[in-house]
């Protein structure tokens, strides 16, 4: 039983370095897993990356697999309100006494990389590590395990995948990962391991024949979404929708996905393709991946954070779309899924993103955004300095700036109900990064009394 206090140890990780500061190298992630065994060998890896959809597929195929009677370790990053929901055991964020436990159980490996090496550990790279003890000591069927920036030097990358996938690739993170979606899709390819499967979601043809090369390269067999598998049909239904999916082993009707926007479809495709590829497709499953087993797991999947209604009266929608592919998407899923008059947007982004792209993605649904600024300063773009670029794209007559986020959905609230068509009929959505979402969610999702961050 460790001394330590929950906060104590949120603070001793808070003071690494931090996780969007990437040294490219794994020596000092392969010697803490090699100090501790290499835990990450111990079962199982369906090891995801790609721009957009990572986590949400991620959460999809681990309710998957739990419905198959697996027991699951799940990594994602980065996370919405509390660090402790990147390391998920059969779908629920490990407990405040786990995570100081795991953590005081590293803390002496710990000490002997960070003497050893020119850099001490980061954030994100014991948060790795500990990830990979917690789901070794469960210990778990398999590991469902999100890289968290690119791919070859992602501290996740001394995982193996059994399975290894790779949602829409496009432009983020360039100043690290590369201006163009083809150099970023060679740095992601690098999660591509011998003697696995690939399953890759729909991805422009340049993209597609770089992870195509990698996959032939490395020995790894493929699985194309829109070749192999695929979303045969889908429709709108009541709080999500309906979809047919042609997967690796056959053809999988009427599944009930309660989460809004095509690019789920897509994602769920995805998800299924992978678990196929894990328990294998066709006849050699022996019914294990059914048309039943789908159904059931699907109507279980959650994806806060994501196009996820928070509030009614108005309608409140909170979103962590933070590029530009990420807000056409969600653009598009509000177009669909909701008839807003008028749609109110509250933004607040992190400055080292393509912001007039995501921006200009919003400018066409939203009747009025309101530019703020989440608590994340270090990063975050000054809710002016928004305010100045939105101009720009929705003319000054649109704009509202707000500082403070509690305020920016104050005013926005006030909009849409005062400028409603009709009774009910206005709408917000809060989105323009992971942060954002999380923070607009403490504030409008009630918890539970023992819930904390």
Not at 38 to 58: E, R
Not at 229 to 236: E, I
Request: aromatic share 6%.
């Amino acid at each position: 039983m460790s001394d330590l206090s929950y906060a104590e140890v949120s603070a001793r990780l808070q003071a690494r370095w931090p996780e969007q500061k990437i040294d490219p190298t794994l020596d000092r992630v392969k010697r803490l897993v090699e100090l501790l065994g290499d835990p990450q060998k111990a079962y199982p890896v369906v090891h995801l990356t790609g721009t957009n959809g990572k986590t949400s597929t991620a959460r999809m195929i681990d309710t998957l697999l739990r419905e198959a009677g697996l027991r699951t370790g799940r990594f994602t990053s980065p996370h919405l309100e509390t660090v402790r929901e990147r390391i998920t055991l059969d779908g629920e964020p490990i407990s405040e006494e786990r995570f100081v436990e795991a953590y005081a159980e590293l803390e002496p490996y710990l000490d002997v990389v960070d003497a050893e090496q020119e850099h001490p550990l980061s954030f994100f790279e014991v948060m790795t590590g500990m990830a990979f003890a917690v789901f070794a000591d469960a210990p778990v069927d398999v590991a469902v395990i999100e890289v968290g920036l690119g791919g070859t030097w992602d501290s996740t990358n001394v995982a193996d995948g059994t399975v290894s996938v790779i949602t829409p690739v496009a432009v983020d993170h360039a100043h690290i990962l590369g201006a163009d979606p083809v150099t970023i899709a060679r740095d992601k390819s690098g999660i591509i391991k011998p003697g696995g499967t690939t399953v890759m979601s729909q991805q422009s043809l340049e993209v597609f024949e770089v992870l195509q090369a990698k996959a032939v390269e490395v020995g790894s067999q493929i699985a194309r979404e829109g070749i192999e598998f695929g979303v045969v049909s889908r429709s709108l239904a009541v709080d999500g929708q309906l979809i047919s999916i042609q997967g690796l082993g056959g053809e999988y009707d009427d599944l009930f996905v309660p989460l809004h926007g095509e690019y789920q479809a897509h994602n769920a495709a995805t998800a299924v393709a992978a678990v196929e590829a894990l328990l294998g497709a066709g006849a050699k499953t022996e019914g294990r991946v059914t048309t039943e087993l789908l159904q059931a797991g699907f109507a279980q999947v959650t994806s806060p954070g994501r196009m996820e209604v928070v509030r009614k009266s108005p309608t409140i929608v909170v979103d962590a779309a933070h590029n530009p592919h990420g807000a056409q998407a969600t653009a598009a899923t509000v177009s669909e899924a909701f008839q807003f008059q008028p749609l109110i947007g509250v933004l607040g982004c992190m400055k080292d993103k393509d912001v007039y792209g995501v921006l200009d993605a919003f400018e066409p649904i939203m009747e009025t955004v309101v530019c703020t600024r989440n608590s994340f300063v270090e990063r975050s773009m000054p809710a002016e300095e928004l305010g100045e670029l939105a101009a720009e794209i929705f003319g000054e007559d649109r704009v509202l700036v707000r500082p403070n986020l509690l305020d920016a959905i104050d005013d926005a609230i006030r909009l849409a109900e005062e400028n409603a068509i009709a009774l009910g009929s206005g709408g917000v959505l809060v989105t323009g990064s992971v942060i954002t979402a999380g923070e607009a969610r403490t504030l409008l999702v009630r918890k539970p009394k023992d819930a904390t961050t």
